[in-house]
């Protein structure tokens, strides 16, 4: 889109979500603009949709979004200009004080800790499938010296993910990056780890500390963190300013110790663990089905954003079983079957076939499904039927044959099959299966159940 015609777009939209002086802050993902907004029967949001340009608009946990596409950011910046706010601003505290304390702000506090360090898990995750494929093909020993640095390397992602969640953690409860950091070491100091190794005895102010190891770990240091934000709060307030840079973090840390060894620590990894065996039981419970009911709703999930929640149990299961059965197949298969149902439409449906062949390469290339959804198969719905059966299928398909990831992968489309080459080459080969009868299965019934309308 040309610079005046977006500058005409991030005007109207800001003139109908009430102006902006109703518009409290707003940021963006890879797909939309989130707003934070005032008065919310001031929104129009049917026109907003009807905007040439956009591709979809919806309310999601008090947040109004406005589905755009890849180009979000060029747009993004020119309606930061338009309502006058600061770019990347962090949301400011709002007038729904439920969601603040509700499961909706505790999903999103999570999440919000665990996204920064994605980049982490996939390099690290990556690297590890090099080296699975090095040593099938007989390029690197795994003896060698250069695989030993490589394995290392990509084991310290993982390890060391305490001390990075530290960082991240700490930045969103607004809190010091560098007594986060330090929660985070603390949890994985040698002394520590080999002391609960060797099942010695450790106590801090007469108080028993719980002897387990924190490494890979999510949880724990998220929690210690969070508690460590009102702590760390509070003694800035009532130390005189000329000391505070000595007393604040010496305070601090402190306190912060006996809670995070003795009780928040242990909590969290007692939390992490079952939440990763609650999964597996799942699994173990619903077997194939479970996937394929999954895989089917998935695109529902995304709708009403609550895709993201899956996301810390997803993280939970890699880092502690080094593999995850679940979740990240069903949004691959669905993610990919989005893309074959809007390539259907492209066939059967000249005027949309532009949109079509696009929104579908967005999805199945960069697992990005927002305009696939929004912009042909929610708004036919006989394509996004088509995507649910499909995926039951390759869902189906994908359980039966007990295909895991084992690594996050590039995207969540195609490039996302990284994260299933395992050493058993079969998994690689019966998700590549699964994908395939997904696939066919969805453009066959999109082809079937979907009519172009000929008015």
Known sequence: MKADARRELATNIVDLVGGKDNISNIIHCMTRLRFTIKDKSLVNLDQISDLEGVIGAQWSNEQFQVIIGQWVSELYKDVCEVANIQQQSQLDENLDEKKKFGPGAIIDSISGCLAPVIPIVVGAGMLKVVLILATLLNILKDTSPTYQVLNFASDAGFYFLPVFLGAFSANKFKTSMPLGMLMGAILLHPNFVASVGEGA??????????????????????MSVFVMSYVERFFSKIIPNAVKVIFVPLLTILVMLPLALCLIGPAGAFFGVYLAQAIMWLYNTTGFVGIAVLSAVYPLLVITGM??????????????????PIIGLS???SNLNQGAATLAVAVKNKKERSTAISAAITAILGGVTEPAMFGINLKYKTPLYATMAGSFIGGSIAGLLKVYMYALGGSAGIFGVTGFIAEQSSNIIYLFVAILAGLISTFIITMFIYKVDKK
Do not use: C, D, R
Request: no cysteine; charged share 0%.
């Open 201 to 222: 005895t450790l106590s801090i102010f007469g108080l028993p500390i719980y002897a387990t190891t924190y490494s890979s770990s999510i949880f724990p240091v998220i």
């Open 307 to 324: 895709h993201g929640a899956l996301f810390p149990p997803m993280m939970q299961s890699l880092t502690t079983l080094g593999y995850e």
């Open 331 to 333: 949004g691959v298969i």
